[in-house]
């Protein structure tokens, strides 16, 4: 449960055509290029999120969009969690927060038993880390085609049955 002082996110499955959260995707892939070096950046354009193994969703404040995040299926017990990015004007009230639950909440409705994410371990990645981890991820081997290297890092979350 938010805080009180935190808005209350309306999260809906979306379907990728709106242009708020086309414009959000596309700012975070130019960011995913920025800070990330040649061959490490694992975020999914906007046309592979609309594939059948992924579940794309947006978080609203009224009528302004707050974050993004899907949840790919990668086999009947396991999903990766893919393309979170809360709006800049949103970082630090909860909108992130409250579509990591979601998309968690989501993963235990269909039955996963584990969820992953790949990011990176500069600066850049460091507050979303700490929201993975505050909520029990925590670090695990490359996953899913994944590589170590020293940019990337993968994190898992164990979901009871």
């Not at 708020?20 to 975070?28: A, G």
């Not at 909440?105 to 505050?134: N, Q, S």
Request: charged content about 20%; aromatic content about 8%; overall charge neutral.
């Amino acid at each position: 449960m938010q805080p009180a002082s935190l808005p209350t996110y309306r999260i809906v499955p979306d379907d990728l055509t709106g242009e708020p959260v086309t414009t959000l995707l596309r700012f975070h892939l130019d960011e995913m290029h920025r800070w990330s070096p040649s061959g490490s950046v694992h975020a999914m354009p906007v046309e592979r999120l609309r594939h059948p193994d992924v579940a794309f969703y947006s978080a609203w404040d009224g009528e302004a969009l707050a974050a993004v995040g899907a949840l790919r299926q990668l086999d009947a017990a396991r999903g990766e969690l893919k393309s979170m990015r809360a709006n800049p004007a949103w970082r630090g009230r909860g909108a992130g927060q409250a579509l990591l639950l979601h998309l968690v909440a989501e993963a235990r409705g269909r039955g996963l038993t584990w969820l992953g994410l790949e990011t990176g371990r500069t600066e850049p990645f460091h507050p979303a880390v700490a929201l993975y981890r505050k909520h029990g991820f925590v670090s695990c081997p490359p996953f899913a085609g994944y590589v170590a290297d020293e940019f990337s890092q993968c994190l898992e979350l164990v979901l009871p049955a």
